[in-house]
């Protein structure tokens, strides 16, 4: 992935250095499911991860310029539900101790300009379980057009069906945003 900065944070590639930062918040119960995903029970789980996301290169480390810690990620995905070759999904996560402070928004801000700007993609999309109204929040203050809620669409890890609320935004959408 491409290194991105914004006033904060280093969007970067993973590095196998990353493991402790990102083992400290995927243990945590309140950050993976939130995102579909079970809490990481070990560092070598928390390793396999980035040496995926390594692989796929589509996911980039958020990383705080105060301190040089990775707080996050934001994947940039095939649109599941769109086949254009221009259009591309968020996902990301955060540390559960950065929440509140702006950082997710500050990041899909930066990659938005940079997915429209250099990589000129016609749409992003993105989306959020139901009860996530953290990350529908980020969505929101974004500028991310609602498409509407896909009911019973995904299956957790632990048997849990959710409902998941889409939205997109067009390159001509975010040009015309203040």
Not at 53 to 65: G, Q, T
Not at 136 to 142: A, D, M, P
Request: net charge neutral; with cysteine.
């Amino acid at each position: 992935m491409h290194t991105l900065e914004s006033e904060r944070l280093i969007l970067r590639d993973f590095s196998e250095r990353d493991a402790d930062d990102v083992f400290l918040y995927a243990t945590d119960p309140d950050v993976g499911p939130r995102a579909g995903w079970k809490p990481h029970i070990s560092r070598a789980e928390s390793l396999a991860v980035i040496r995926m996301f390594l692989s796929d290169d589509n996911v980039w480390a958020i990383e705080r310029k105060s301190d040089r810690r990775v707080i996050g990620s934001l994947g940039l995905h095939s649109d599941k539900w769109r086949n254009l070759p221009d259009v591309r999904t968020f996902g990301y996560v955060l540390a559960q101790d950065c929440w509140g402070r702006g950082y997710m928004t500050e990041a899909v801000r930066r990659a938005t300009r940079y997915c429209f700007l250099e990589l000129d993609l016609r749409l992003l999309s993105v989306s959020h379980y139901t009860f996530n109204d953290r990350s529908r929040r980020v969505i929101e203050k974004c500028g991310f057009v609602r498409e509407g809620t896909l009911r019973q669409t995904y299956l957790r890890y632990d048997g849990a069906v959710f409902d998941e609320t889409v939205y997109s935004l067009t390159k001509d959408e975010w040009l015309a945003l203040p």
